[in-house]
């Protein structure tokens, strides 16, 4: 899974190199100023300022701007939030209300995806989590409880639930067959068939059995103890 849109790790050389092992979490930030700045201008403010920067910036339109790579410090939270965690910065701001978070679907949707490559790649799990929660999605504002930082980003009106489900849905994509079941109702479907009837019709190939069906079905036919046609 591709979890960046544009690359610009090779021009951020501020930080220093670390180990992934030292990794627990995912940091969520805001960029705070004006949203409307775009991943690239809000890039290029950090590398010309030299003031911050983060692993991966979201914009409104759903750009993914990779400033560094997963092994490199970032000057984004306190130090010992910069040493252990992959930081993501909305170009968004701290004061926004739950609607106006929620209206920038686009972002929200783009950003799930690369919090769910980060979460699979390092198997942590996908929900919201102070810093005693760790490993999981944490935020500015809880590495607070570290020192070394006074932001409380991305807000108290940030939508966790919402966002925790988009990740955990980029983590786990609907396969085609029972499309609107998650993956493991999914495949439980294609063996023994949803318990909604008429959710999951079973397999073309199988006359529209399910998989426990056709073998049923095959048992029956050659005869043997116990199998049923359904
Ligand atoms: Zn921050």
Not at 71 to 94: M, P
Not at 126 to 153: E, F, K, M, Q, Y
Not at 193 to 208: A, F, R, T
Request: charged share 20%; aromatic share 10%.
């Amino acid at each position: 899974m591709t979890y960046y849109d544009v690359d610009w790790s090779s021009r951020f050389d501020f930080g220093g190199p670390r180990s992934l092992g030292m990794l627990r979490g995912v940091c969520l930030h805001t960029s705070e100023g004006n949203p409307n700045i775009g991943a690239e201008g809000l890039a290029n403010y950090q590398l010309t300022s030299r003031t911050g920067s983060y692993h991966v910036i979201v914009d409104l339109s759903g750009k993914r701007l990779r400033e560094n790579t997963d092994d490199w410090v970032t000057w984004s939270s306190g130090n010992k939030g910069n040493d252990i965690l992959v930081h993501l910065c909305f170009t968004a701001r701290a004061d926004w209300s739950r609607e106006q978070w929620l209206a920038q679907d686009r972002m929200l949707r783009a950003a799930a995806t690369v919090v769910a490559h980060w979460c699979s790649t390092y198997r942590w799990p996908a929900r919201s989590v102070n810093v005693a929660g760790l490993p999981g999605i944490t935020t500015h504002d809880a590495t607070r409880a570290w020192g070394g930082t006074d932001h409380t980003d991305p807000g108290p009106n940030f939508p966790h639930d919402v966002f925790e489900r988009m990740v955990a849905d980029a983590m786990n994509p609907t396969p085609t067959p029972g499309g609107g079941m998650n993956h493991d109702q999914d495949i439980r479907a294609q063996l023994t068939g949803s318990p909604n009837l008429g959710e999951y019709p079973g397999w073309p190939q199988l006359g529209g059995r399910t998989v426990v069906d056709a073998l049923a079905a095959i048992g029956h036919k050659l005869g043997i103890d116990g199998f049923e046609a359904k």
